[in-house]
């Protein structure tokens, strides 16, 4: 099979990396600027750099369009009139509505676009940054009716070949659920950053005491603007919608603390946070259906993890996640393992325990 990546940074890095990793007689052409293009040959997530458009296309049997949403944008009427009649085209862009709406000017005569979101990345910028991975667990969402699925089916047996699990959405679907969980929770962490930072000019203790739960809920703070700017423009609609909601929110929240009766308010809106939290799929990039859990405790010494994971492999058992939730310096810590399915689970139970390992 012959695929087109245009765009060689986080995300089609580690698409060609994912890829070749799995198939490895893939042909995988790659087309942006020169350097990107020599990493990526250097790192092997492409065999070939193309000098043109025309050259990355030409034989593709599947694209993916990996650049900013208004890149995407110019890139569609170029890509639909230089591909083969049979290839089938796909972004990764952020938001979708526009991008889909777009393409339907150009992608006619059963030319196949199929909008694309991969809920995966990294705050990093560049194919430095590419993780064959990536993709591993990770929520892919694919704008495409019913109808359509029988037409992509090379598209998605790729993407179910590289651990993504496919989520069928409608673009308009797709960017109110993304303006939700992705978009806000983005401009939450740069407003908290900050209004920090602008505390912290006055008296350091701001930042100095910023840790825990300040610095995961800030992560993705670090995110690079020259990719939301596309992303708060394109869905500017969704997320002005959900701004308002939240604004909404939090005015309740302060007209609750002014008084000692309505701060009992805050008693049920953790319980209903904590259940709600506690019932999101806790190994699934993207928040997709759950895998199956085993929690393990390992002493801190050399070779306890390839102790751990070389029983499972014996066993024939995959891991499909693996987390350190806690650790503590030279005691010990605890794993969180992922697998496929409760029988799967309660198997690699059974051989934890027969190699000594504590099951919790």
Same mark, same amino acid.
């Given at each position: 099979m012959n695929i087109s990546i245009i765009g060689l940074g986080v995300i089609g890095g580690s698409l060609g990396l994912a890829i070749k990793q799995i198939h490895p007689d893939y042909r995988i052409t790659g087309y942006d600027r020169s350097d990107p293009l020599r990493q990526a040959l250097q790192r092997g997530a492409i065999d070939f750099g193309a000098s043109s458009l025309s050259a990355a296309l030409h034989d593709a049997d599947i694209v993916f369009l990996c650049t900013p949403v208004s890149t995407i944008l110019t890139f569609l009427p170029q890509v639909a009139s230089l591909i083969k009649p049979s290839a089938i085209v796909t972004d990764v862009g952020s938001t979708k509505n526009e991008i889909v709406t777009a393409a339907k000017k150009y992608f006619r005569s059963k030319r196949i676009f199929v909008g694309g979101h991969p809920m995966a990345g990294s705050e990093g910028k560049g194919i430095d940054y590419a993780d064959a991975l990536m993709f591993q667990n990770a929520t892919y969402v694919l704008c495409v009716d019913e109808k359509q699925r029988k037409n992509i089916t090379a598209l998605t047996s790729l993407l179910h070949s590289i651990g993504a699990r496919v989520l069928f959405l409608s673009a308009k679907e797709h960017d109110a659920v993304a303006a939700a969980i992705s978009h806000l929770p983005q401009l939450i962490a740069v407003a908290m950053m900050n209004l920090a930072g602008k505390k912290n000019r *006055?008296? !350091?203790?701001?930042?100095?005491?910023?840790?825990?739960?300040?610095?995961? @809920?800030?992560? =993705?703070?670090?995110?690079?603007? %020259?990719?939301?700017?596309? &992303?708060?423009?394109?869905?500017? +609609? %969704? =997320?002005?919608?959900?701004?308002?909601?939240?604004?909404?929110?939090?005015?309740?929240? %302060?007209?609750?603390?002014?008084?000692? /009766?309505?701060?009992?308010?805050?008693?049920?809106?953790?319980?209903?946070?904590?259940?709600?939290?506690?019932? @999101? !799929?806790?190994?699934?990039?993207?928040?997709?259906? !759950?895998?199956?859990?085993?929690?393990?405790?390992?002493?801190? /010494?050399? +070779?306890?993890?390839?102790?751990?994971?070389?029983?499972?492999?014996?066993? /024939? =058992?995959? @891991? *499909?996640? &693996?987390?350190?939730?806690? =650790?503590?310096?030279?005691?010990?810590?605890?794993?969180?393992?992922?697998?496929?399915?409760?029988?799967?689970?309660?198997h690699a139970e059974h051989v934890l325990k027969e190699a000594k390992i504590k099951v919790l």
């Amino acid at each position: 099979m012959n695929i087109s990546i245009i765009g060689l940074g986080v995300i089609g890095g580690s698409l060609g990396l994912a890829i070749k990793q799995i198939h490895p007689d893939y042909r995988i052409t790659g087309y942006d600027r020169s350097d990107p293009l020599r990493q990526a040959l250097q790192r092997g997530a492409i065999d070939f750099g193309a000098s043109s458009l025309s050259a990355a296309l030409h034989d593709a049997d599947i694209v993916f369009l990996c650049t900013p949403v208004s890149t995407i944008l110019t890139f569609l009427p170029q890509v639909a009139s230089l591909i083969k009649p049979s290839a089938i085209v796909t972004d990764v862009g952020s938001t979708k509505n526009e991008i889909v709406t777009a393409a339907k000017k150009y992608f006619r005569s059963k030319r196949i676009f199929v909008g694309g979101h991969p809920m995966a990345g990294s705050e990093g910028k560049g194919i430095d940054y590419a993780d064959a991975l990536m993709f591993q667990n990770a929520t892919y969402v694919l704008c495409v009716d019913e109808k359509q699925r029988k037409n992509i089916t090379a598209l998605t047996s790729l993407l179910h070949s590289i651990g993504a699990r496919v989520l069928f959405l409608s673009a308009k679907e797709h960017d109110a659920v993304a303006a939700a969980i992705s978009h806000l929770p983005q401009l939450i962490a740069v407003a908290m950053m900050n209004l920090a930072g602008k505390k912290n000019r *006055k008296n !350091p203790a701001f930042l100095q005491l910023a840790a825990g739960g300040f610095r995961d @809920i800030t992560r =993705i703070a670090s995110s690079p603007y %020259e990719m939301w700017n596309d &992303i708060l423009s394109s869905n500017a +609609g %969704e =997320i002005r919608k959900v701004l308002r909601e939240f604004s909404s929110l939090l005015t309740r929240y %302060e007209k609750d603390l002014r008084t000692p /009766k309505a701060q009992s308010n805050f008693a049920r809106r953790f319980r209903e946070a904590k259940t709600l939290r506690d019932a @999101i !799929p806790k190994n699934s990039k993207g928040f997709l259906h !759950p895998l199956f859990e085993v929690y393990v405790s390992v002493d801190d /010494k050399p +070779g306890v993890l390839s102790h751990l994971t070389t029983a499972l492999f014996k066993a /024939k =058992i995959n @891991i *499909k996640d &693996i987390e350190l939730l806690k =650790i503590r310096d030279g005691k010990g810590g605890t794993f969180r393992l992922s697998f496929d399915s409760r029988k799967e689970a309660e198997h690699a139970e059974h051989v934890l325990k027969e190699a000594k390992i504590k099951v919790l």
